[in-house]
Each structure stands twice: as C-alpha cells, then as structure tokens.
C-alpha cells in the first residue's frame, strides 16, 4: 500500500506511521514552524529521520474572517493546488490520509482530481475547520472522540480514537527514580510558546528554591527564547529548544507535573499516561478548542487551569505551588481514550484502498 499523509498534527501522524512499517510512505507538510521564521519544523526534522520522502507547498493559510492577510492567502490557494497535483501525480498513491490543518485543503481537493481515495482524521472533541472543509471529499473520516461524531456525515464516521506514538505507551509502564525534590515538565507543544516561555523567565528563581525544571522552548529565531534561557541552565534547570518523541515521553512520565498548552495530541497523552498537569490554553484558535480541551481535563479530575490572560507571574507560582502540595489529589475518574486507535486507522486505510483496486 502507498500512502501520502498530510501533516497538520505530528503526534497521531507519527504513531500512525509507525503501524505502517514497510509500507510505501511519503509525507507533506511543514518544513518550517512559523512563516518568516527559518527555525526548522519538529515536523520536518521527525519525518527526515525517518528516511520518509517530504514535500512542502505553498498552502494558504484558512482565514475565518476578512483581514489584510486574506487576500495575499487566497492567491496561494491555485499554488498550492498545483503543487499538490503534480506531487500526487508523480507518486499515485493508493489512499491520501489527512490530520487536518490548513495544508490538507489544497491535497485533498487535488487528490479528489486525480480521484485518489482520501481518509481524514479529527483529532479534537469537535470538528477541525480544514477537516469540515474536506470531509465531502473524505471515503472514510476517522474520529477521537464519540462527541465528534455529530460534525460529520454518519455513513462516513469512524470512532478509532486519537493514535498514541510508541514512546509513550512505553513511558506509562516506566518507573521512575526516587527524587529529593519534585520535577515539572513545562513545554510550548513543538513549536514552543513564547507567552510561556517569558512566564518561565519570570519565575525561574522562585521556581528553583523548591522544583527542579525541564524546559522545552522551541526553537524560534525571532524571539530567541532558548538563546536566553539556555544561559540560565544549572543543576536544577535544563532546557532544550525541540524534544524528539522519546525525550517527551521521558520527560512527562518523570515529571510530577506537567505544565503546557492544552493542544488535544498533549491533552490525549496526559490522559493515557494519567500525569497531573496545569494547563494554560492558547488563547487564539477557533471556537476555543484549547479552552474546551481544559475544561475537560478537569472535569476527568487530572489537572487545572488558567487562561493566559490575565495569568500573572504569582499566580503562575501559587497554581504550580498549590497543585504540586496536593498532587495525590489528581487522579484520572474515567477511562475515556479508545484504545487500539493507530490499528484501527490503519485497517481504514486497507479496506479503502482495497475498495479502490
């Protein structure tokens, strides 16, 4: 079977990919995190180790309202188009397989051109903006969560769950060594948030009297937050710009508490591997997803959280402070992740590519 995956979320599209094995794999995303910043994608730098072929277009980025940025986008949209035409073209897949975001518009639409099957994934409690766009062009649309399923056309929906990546259900059976004095894992997600990262700046003397502190910052060269950060470094505090899966999972199952973002791939492997954690959800996004996915991972009894604004330096303090004396406190009250997920995505993907032949 020869599958083209388009990017958009790394973590299921990696745990995916290695139930794949032998199979014929070629991968379209991100060479870079940021526009106008040249730090190199985790993205890309996961995928070129695995010796998997990588293609990057021009993808308009979706606009949800009008702004100056719309216009100079929708120009974008026949390159990327284009693009992913000739690149689909070129390979002839059996099946396109898509995790959403905007790049997976322009290949998704092109496969349908060339009438490749396509298959989708919803990683979020609802339903991705891109991966609404594109379901009428979807065979199969594979869903995380139950309450996704209301966003789609019934005959389509599949309930797999959200694929977990080796490393960290191989963390969940780890044990840990014993420590004088607790460990918090603070991380952006790979891209790395600089809201957080400055909190982190702030509070890192307070912070050290009493925890000892990973610190994983992305790797942006326009705010240079590891540049800063990494001067900073002593017995007590390590910080790296990019983790690679196995240093993640090493990093949240031997940290006491983790805090971060509240991305649903971050939020999925909280779940699994049970750790307390304080969440801080962007605070731009559509519809407040990260807010959403907070919400939810309090109400499961597993952590707390605090907007970003109008979260202060103290009040980042007394969180960590308050949770970490009562961290026996957090425990998981149900099991809600569906097990087996990347299987069930990769049987989705044989029977339609079988359909097709």
């Not at 962007?282 to 907007?307: M, R, T, W």
Request: hydrophobic residues 40%; contains cysteine.
């Amino acid at each position: 079977m020869k599958v083209v995956i388009v990017g958009g979320h790394l973590s299921p599209a990696l745990a995916v990919i290695e139930k794949l094995g032998n199979e014929d794999i070629f991968y379209i995303g991100r060479r870079y995190t940021f526009e106008g910043d040249k730090a190199l994608s985790l993205e890309y730098q996961e995928i070129e180790k695995l010796k998997i072929p990588f293609f990057t277009i021009n993808a308009a980025r979706l606009q949800r309202k009008f702004t100056k940025h719309t216009l100079p986008s929708l120009v974008k949209f026949p390159i990327g188009f284009t693009q992913s035409y000739k690149i689909l073209n070129r390979i002839k897949p059996d099946v396109v397989l898509g995790f959403g975001g905007y790049l997976s518009l322009p290949v998704i639409i092109a496969a349908s051109f060339l009438r490749i099957p396509v298959v989708i994934h919803e990683q979020t409690l609802e339903a991705g903006f891109a991966n609404k766009l594109v379901s009428g062009f979807a065979k199969k649309i594979c869903v995380s969560w139950k309450s996704s399923e209301n966003y789609f056309p019934k005959e389509k929906v599949v309930l797999t769950g959200n694929p977990i990546k080796q490393a960290i259900i191989n963390a969940k059976n780890r044990k840990n060594e014993e420590s004088k004095m607790p460990m918090i894992y603070i991380t952006g997600g790979s891209a790395g948030a600089h809201a957080l990262n400055l909190l982190v700046e702030q509070t890192l003397n307070s912070l050290l009297q009493r925890y000892m502190v990973f610190h994983q910052t992305g790797g942006s060269e326009i705010y240079k937050d590891f540049e800063r950060l990494e001067k900073r470094r002593s017995e007590r505090y390590e910080c790296k710009k990019f983790l690679t899966s196995e240093e993640a999972a090493l990093a949240m199952s031997k940290a006491d508490l983790v805090v971060g973002r509240a991305g649903i791939n971050t939020v999925t492997e909280l779940i699994y591997l049970q750790k307390p954690c304080f969440l801080i959800p962007i605070p731009v996004g559509q519809k407040n997803e990260q807010l959403k996915n907070a919400k939810f991972v309090k109400s499961l009894g597993l952590g707390e959280f605090v907007e970003q604004y109008p979260l202060t330096p103290d009040l980042f303090i007394s969180t960590i402070s308050s949770m970490l004396s009562n961290i026996a406190n957090y425990k998981l009250k149900e099991e809600v992740l569906v097990k087996g997920a990347a299987e069930k995505i990769l049987g989705v993907l044989r029977d339609v590519s079988e359909e097709k032949a």
